[in-house]
């Protein structure tokens, strides 16, 4: 079979082993590559009992099936294990440059398991796979470890390198994984695991050709879509003034018509961080630790975060590996002596610790983003969980004597940065805060769990649920909950996806956004359709951005076959992503959890509903709409619990005989 490389590599950290394994044709075409064989594969290797930071967990390094194939958008890795977070499955999906890397030394994934004695860097290069010890680098960040090892990296070929930070060290329960100096696999708790592991970072830097079906057919197609968004430019005089517009247009109460390629124009110029203001003008930006509205942080302040702010740090543009968009930009920090630069602060970022605080001053965001990315904390549970922390202080619940003297306050920059280092170091109230909402409301007591704003032990992401009921369904039935990068509304009408599968709901627009709350079967099956596309998506290593250009421009469902050589109709696909899916529900229930267990709290749909800004009065019907999910995935409608009927035609039965 060509486009994948035909085996994993494990790594025994505490016996110093190294073993290959095979994987056969017909795994690969069930689950395809990336987060499907990652699941297939741990989900028979952990115990269903395994502590997340015992050494019975495995943490994974996954390429997609896509990558390297000359298909584009297709260079994203995935970080896997079982979450410390949530205590069910955890993957992180990040960029970068690792992804390739990955099967250029061979293998399709790489898999560590038990417990190193003392730290080590995991090495795989042309002298083959080795532990080296990482002692000396024990403590350093996750930047500068990066390039220290990439100084001193002898073969000819530069190394690719995934690295953790002090935060991950201490095992922070929302610290992720690096690459690039600074691309995250952020969520799921992935850092701590690693950091359990005393794996410092692994290099790799390999010289496999990755094997294409077609290579001259897929060539053809990635060039027709990246001829598109090449000649894709905004007028050059547009200001980011433009954009809460463009927000209001999103927001309207009738959904218009637009073509997902408009995303990449505008991603090509401002990055994620055009949604700073679209998202607050709209709604879409949770504000106040979700309990705000825009008439609490009005204009004064979310024009600060205006992006041509952000332009003019901006020193380039930062693409992953066969990205052609480039939403990524290195900048300079801009401190005290201007000196330094760093990947600039995401959306998601400048949210997390911008309007969710209440707060507005760019410079301490970009400096808030630096130090999330050297120690290793997660950028949206940080400020999550700071948000917490501040919404506890103002009803009595924290005081200065839990803080040691730092008064909490909303918007206020210097006792954000001061809380976010103590967190990071696990300093004082920063201990209890290091592990996200969830732990620290259960350590704090005391009434604070209402100010806990989670699903199922995680952050939500920057996306507020209210706004888009798919988005709300997603955050709460993913079996990583809280997660903005499944499916929503927003993702959805783009896609086109009802021209390549007759089951999706076809969309015809203009339509009331109002429909977007009902709990119909027609909604559900977009949440299906687009969770099972979104599976395949991260299992061939694709971009969620060029998900969003839309099928009829990003050809997904081609490149699969002319990379694999495979003759499959899309439908064919989708049930891999169903298959990948449930397999991932599956790993949840194997240990107890359950899937009613992951509630959204009532901020997130609206229970009270808000009484100002764009959100007033938007309930979403969450439970009634996340049963007709379940059903709509083959899953029992009251349970979550895949059906026998469905176990049956996806080929899971021998998985699905565990019962929450
Ligand atoms: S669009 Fe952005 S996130 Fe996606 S591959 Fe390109 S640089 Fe990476």
New binding site residues.
Partial sequence: MKACMGKVLFVDLAAEAFAERRIPDDIYERYLGGVGLAVRILYDEIPAGADPLGPENVLGFMSGLLTGTGSV?T??WMAVCKSPLTGGWGDANC?GSLSPAIKQTGYDGIFFKGLAPRPVVFVLDAKGPRLLDASALWGRDAVETEEILKKGHEGKKRPAVAAIGPAAEKLSLISGISNDGGRYAARSGVGAVMGSKRLKAVMLSGARLIPCADPVRVKAVSKHYADKVRRLHLPPRLSGGILPTFGRVLGFRVVVPVDGLILAAI?KKWGTNYNNTAGAVNGDSPLLNWRGSLADFGRRHWRKLNPDRMLKREIRK???YS?V????GISRMGGADGSGHSHKPEYETVAAFGGLLGHDSLETIYICNDICNRSGLDTISAGATIAFAIECFENGVLTKADTGGLELAWGDSRAILTLLKMMAAREGIGDILADGVRRAAERIGRGAEPYAVHVGGQEPAMHDSRMDPMMAVSYGTDPTPGRHTIASGSYYYPSHLWEFVPWAPRVVKPYPKSREYWASEEEALKSAAYVCFKQLTDAAGG????MVNGLQHWRLFDWMNLATGWERPPVEYMESGRRIQTLRQLFNIKPGLDPRGFVSPGRMRGEPPLTRGPLAGRRVPLTAMISNYWKAMGWDAATGVPTPETLAALGLEAQGSARP
């Avoid at 968009?325 to 990524?328: E, L, N, Y």
């Avoid at 971009?543 to 060029?546: M, R």
Wanted: with cysteine; aromatic share 12%.
């Fill in positions: 958008m260079g994203r960029g991603l930062y693409h992953c990205c968009v480039g939403c990524g971009c969620l951005f060029a």
